[in-house]
């Protein structure tokens, strides 16, 4: 397809498993970010990948998070361990330049995983 | 410490009717995004601001970026149904920097 896709679009587990969400960015687009959408929030910032420089995870809640971006493609976004408080829609987005300051970089986002820890 | 925060945090309006919603900070910005998302589905860009007391028009929506900027407002004038959705602010803090930071949105519903 075109646009980002995201997978699972709904997960629902038991706390204290692991899950694993995928993002495939738009073909051509060397940024990446996962951002999480909680109820009521906005977006919180969690990762950016860019090309083959290292990731800033600055916005990674805890190190039971990790993501990892494969051929600089594909990324998975793992959550071990998983609590409640995960909770929330997962969104990936790509950009084709990264957006810095004044770069008028637009985020193509895909349409979440939706994430359900019971 | 919500970095952008957005008012007001719901409205709901009558077809054809005008609003304005904003988004302020203490920081400036280098440049500030809009973005509408409607349920179940990503944001999608509307307009990018990035110079001090810039106005930009989207047909029926003005976007307008503060002198300072460290605010924007967007105007609907004659809001239809199909504006009904979650508007959200982005800002980047810096011109290095490529971390878009969000505030929690406006969500609008427009009522036929």
């Known amino acids: 397809g075109a646009g980002v896709s995201q997978s699972p679009s709904n997960k629902v587990t038991e706390k204290g498993k692991d899950v694993e969400l995928r993002c495939d960015p738009i073909?051509?687009?060397?940024?990446l970010y996962w951002y999480r959408q909680s109820l009521g929030q906005g977006l919180e910032f969690l990762i950016y990948?860019?090309?083959?420089?290292?990731?800033?995870k600055s916005g990674l809640p805890s190190d039971r998070f990790s993501a990892e971006r494969t051929g600089g493609s594909v990324s998975t976004l793992t959550i071990q361990r998983t609590q409640q408080e995960d909770s929330a829609v997962y969104l990936c987005?790509?950009?084709?330049?990264?957006?810095?300051?004044?770069?008028?970089?637009?985020?193509?986002f895909g349409e979440g995983s939706r994430l359900t820890v019971l | 410490t919500q970095l952008l925060e957005q008012s007001p945090q719901f409205l709901s309006i009558q077809e054809g009717e005008n609003l304005t919603v904003y988004c302020n900070s203490s920081?400036?910005?280098?440049?500030l995004q809009w973005y509408r998302q409607e349920p179940g589905e990503g944001p999608v860009l509307l307009v990018t601001?990035?110079?001090?007391?810039e106005v930009k028009k989207l047909k029926r929506l003005t976007f307008q970026f503060g002198d300072a900027r460290k605010d924007s407002s967007l105007h609907i004038t004659a809001a239809q149904p199909g504006d009904t959705g979650l508007y959200l602010c982005?800002?980047?803090?810096?011109?290095?920097?490529?971390?878009?930071?969000f505030g929690k949105g406006t969500k609008l519903s427009v009522i036929p």
């Open positions: 987005a790509s950009s084709y330049l990264p957006y810095r300051g004044r770069n008028t970089g637009e985020l193509f």
């Open positions: 073909s051509g687009h060397t940024a």
């Open positions: 990948f860019q090309g083959n420089s290292a990731p800033d």
């Open positions: 920081s400036v910005f280098s440049s």
């Open positions: 601001v990035v110079t001090g007391g």
């Open positions: 982005a800002g980047a803090l810096g011109a290095g920097s490529y971390q878009l930071t």
